[in-house]
């Protein structure tokens, strides 16, 4: 039993700023790893970023890089999604990701689920 739940999204004007919010429950695994995915309309859902448990390795997607940052709290059951010089092409539908390390999640290995939160980039 896991469960994501997220926050943060909403609407935000290009160049703009947003942090995304996702706090895990129940008991799976004793450390883990976790990330953000996005699904654009009418396309796949696509991988963001991902953190370790210890948050000392990170990986992002080329699209994110430099202008995203993920981090975990100092309650590790927290991960956030600090978002910087938002672009129209960032408007998605944003899902967090846990797994037991940051290969699995990146890869969608058996990945637990949050419910999304919409992100919207008006131009």
């Known amino acids: 039993q896991v469960q994501l739940v997220e926050s943060g999204g909403g609407l935000v004007q290009a160049g703009g700023s947003l942090r995304l919010s996702c706090a895990a429950s129940g008991r799976a695994f004793s450390t883990y790893a976790m990330g953000w995915f996005r699904q654009a309309p009418g396309k796949d859902r696509e991988f963001v970023a991902v953190?370790?448990?210890?948050?000392?390795?990170?990986y992002y997607s080329d699209s994110v890089k430099g202008r995203f940052t993920i981090s975990r709290g100092t309650d590790k059951n927290t991960v956030y999604l600090q978002m910087n010089s938002l672009k129209p092409e960032d408007t998605a539908v944003y899902y967090c990701?846990?797994?037991?390390?940051?290969?699995?999640?990146?890869?969608?290995?058996?990945?637990?689920w949050g419910q999304g939160t919409q992100v919207t980039v008006s131009s």
């Open positions: 990701a846990l797994q037991q390390n940051t290969d699995l999640v990146r890869r969608s290995v058996g990945n637990y």
């Open positions: 953190t370790s448990w210890g948050g000392g390795a990170t």
